[in-house]
């Protein structure tokens, strides 16, 4: 699998800049997308961030919907309307912008989080408490206990 996996938490510097990790640039890099597109989660308090795969993940949602219907047009707007495509600068580090901040909480820190095509930028404390819930939900999902698509609390 050529996805985002692992985790890995990172410091932010003065000028409020994240180096994004090797593997995942080497991972945007191979996907072909010029920079980063990032959206906040519409499942918890991180964000979804990419490229050509997540974005075709999201294009294949909305071509459920159609076009020029009000559905089609609140989902693209929540998903294409409200990113943003931060540059990666040759260092490999992007700009933490007012809104992932405002949705993550991010202070000094920044954890990384792969799901294979794509990956979430999280506040740490916030992704060890999601992990664990998620640790939880897989392994209920695993042994056949829970048949719901989401995590107490809304998250997925």
Not at 62 to 87: Q, R, V
Not at 89 to 105: A, L, V
Not at 126 to 145: C, I, N, P, V
Request: hydrophobic content about 40%; some cysteine.
């Amino acid at each position: 699998m050529a996805g985002f996996v692992s985790h890995f938490t990172n410091r932010l510097d003065a000028k409020g800049r994240v180096s994004i990790p090797a593997p995942f640039r080497q991972v945007l890099a191979k996907d072909g997308f010029e920079g980063l597109y990032c959206i906040a989660s519409p499942h918890c308090a991180a964000i979804d961030c990419g490229g050509n795969a997540l974005l075709g993940e999201i294009q294949t949602r909305l071509d459920a919907f159609a076009k020029l219907s009000p559905d089609h047009d609140a989902l693209a707007m929540a998903l294409f309307g409200a990113s943003e495509t931060p540059k990666i600068d040759g260092d490999g580090r992007m700009m933490i912008s007012d809104m992932i901040r405002e949705h993550t909480g991010l202070t000094d820190q920044v954890t990384f989080a792969g799901l294979g095509y794509k990956f979430q930028i999280w506040k740490p404390e916030k992704f060890r408490e999601h992990r664990a819930e998620a640790a939880k939900r897989a392994l209920a999902m695993l042994s056949g206990q829970v048949a719901s698509t989401t995590l107490p609390g809304g998250s997925a």
